[in-house]
């Protein structure tokens, strides 16, 4: 009986429209709504310019200590899309293995939802990694038509998805497709101010390594492009490369997503709709941050997670820790996808502060050779057009959140353990900490129980005993 009252209480308004939006590398510190000093320190001509996804958080909830489960967008998305850990989902390197468990967008379609999927990187986030898997309609760098999609479909049921490139680098320009002019007088002009220019017949090639596909001339504006970010990071300066970053943020906010959050924005408001908008890594330049694909530093995992929609609670920051396995788990409260088996947990979305309780967060970096081999084992797969036998890797680093706490690990190529730091968790970022000062057994332990997760494509626990507890823990029940 009382089941059945639990379950009375928790009758959560189903929006019709589910809409995800990703902005890939996008730092937290990098929204104003928030004050940091990050981005004033690089970009010369005034404050960042983030109004419209401040107008969207003065209206919605502001997850800003959300951390995500990889540093690299693969695995980063299928953790959002599964609610599960990645060494649960089997998608936890960078672009070498598949999917194993279903994503939102098979159960929204077992649900009768419409599914459409729009990306800027249909090699990393697509068929091959199991991505398009009950997507109705998939578009590549094309959210003009995605939206137009779902205006055809605004009387049905849907979940819509919307990734942009546009802040990975070539930083605020993706391809020339979006930035004709600008992208190669970029490259001319940082070319000329560094003095770096790339050669096919240079003993030492940049990163060969691609999100999407491009013409003869697109792929050789990015690799001159990735010439100089490679010269930059061996010649230690870190400022000029996060200043490129800044400024690629500005620029694709202005030319490309602004114009597009705003047709969101109207629609979200005049339809029964819950807008998710939320970034799958940071991005870092330091000797140990190569970008992302490589750190676990705390501004790479530390993610912005925006709610937005009718029931909301509205212009609320919310600093305690979730993770990126709680979004799918907190949609299926509030949609017609049917609950299955997550790691994650629901959060409350009209009092998402009394719905969280202790949580634990995971993030690991997997070794996988030298970038031309990994290269490679890229190119058979595009060419195959299916995920081939995987390439052997190894664990290199890997993080762990817990109660206020956080400690980094990084391993030799032989397994053998050559760093460890304790952090402290203040809600904004994180500040070393002498070990003494922490229980630092208690997150080594959970790191060694995450290890033991292994990828399985059966569900074994019940689902209905599943859903009632997430019914307690969105309630508020620290169970």
């Not at 009252?5 to 809409?19: A, D, N, S, V």
């Not at 009092?351 to 970038?371: C, H, K, L, M, T």
């Not at 797969?381 to 993080?399: G, H, Q, Y």
């Not at 109660?403 to 994180?430: H, M, P, S």
């Amino acid at each position: 009986m009382q089941e059945i009252i639990i379950m009375e209480k928790l009758k959560c308004h189903q929006y019709q429209h589910i809409i995800l939006i990703s902005l890939d590398s996008l730092r937290n510190d990098c929204i104003t709504a928030i004050s940091s000093d990050f981005p004033d320190k690089f970009i010369g001509h005034g404050k960042l310019k983030t109004e419209m996804l401040n107008y969207v958080i003065s209206r919605g909830t502001y997850f800003i200590n959300c951390i995500s489960a990889a540093p690299y967008t693969s695995a980063s998305h299928a953790a959002y899309f599964t609610g599960c850990w990645p060494k649960r989902n089997g998608v936890y390197e960078f672009f070498n293995r598949q999917l194993g468990l279903p994503t939102i967008f098979e159960l929204a379609k077992k649900a009768g939802m419409y599914t459409i999927f729009q990306t800027d990187f249909p090699i990393i986030l697509g068929e091959s990694v199991g991505f398009t898997r009950g997507v109705d309609k998939y578009f590549v760098e094309s959210e003009g038509d995605a939206f137009l999609e779902l205006l055809k479909n605004q009387h049905r049921s849907t979940v819509s998805f919307f990734h942009f490139g546009g802040i990975h680098y070539p930083y605020g320009f993706h391809k020339l497709k979006f930035a004709e002019t600008d992208f190669p007088k970029k490259v001319f002009e940082l070319e000329n101010k560094f003095n770096i220019h790339y050669s096919k017949n240079s003993k030492k090639h940049p990163d060969m390594l691609d999100e999407s596909y491009r013409s003869k001339k697109d792929k050789n504006f990015l690799l001159r492009y990735k010439a100089i970010i490679d010269a930059l990071w061996t010649q230690g300066r870190y400022n000029d490369l996060h200043k490129l970053y800044i400024e690629g943020i500005d620029y694709f906010l202005k030319h490309r997503f602004n114009p597009f959050i705003k047709k969101i924005i109207d629609f979200v408001d005049k339809n029964d709709s819950l807008l998710v908008l939320f970034a799958d890594h940071g991005e870092s330049w330091s000797l140990d941050s190569r970008g992302h694909s490589n750190s676990i530093d705390d501004v790479v995992l530390r993610v912005p997670v925006i709610l937005y929609g009718k029931g909301v609670a509205k212009n609320t920051v919310v600093s305690k820790l979730i993770r990126t396995i709680d979004i799918f788990p907190t949609i299926c409260q509030y949609s017609k996808i049917a609950r299955t088996n997550f790691d994650g947990e629901p959060i409350n979305l009209m009092n998402p502060n009394n719905s969280i309780g202790s949580r634990e967060a995971f993030a690991q970096v997997w070794r996988v050779g030298d970038r031309n081999k990994v290269y490679q084992h890229q190119q058979h797969i595009i060419k195959d057009k299916k995920m081939i036998k995987p390439l052997s890797t190894k664990l290199e680093k890997e993080a762990a959140y817990h109660d206020g706490f956080a400690i980094n690990r990084e391993y030799d190529v032989d397994g053998r353990l050559i760093k460890e730091i304790l952090f402290k968790n203040t809600g904004k970022c994180l500040v070393t900490i002498d070990k003494k000062y922490g229980d630092i057994t208690h997150l080594i332990n959970l790191l060694k129980k995450y290890n033991r997760i292994r990828c399985y494509k059966n569900h074994k626990i019940n689902n209905l005993k599943r859903s009632i507890v997430d019914d307690l823990k969105v309630l508020g029940y620290h169970i």
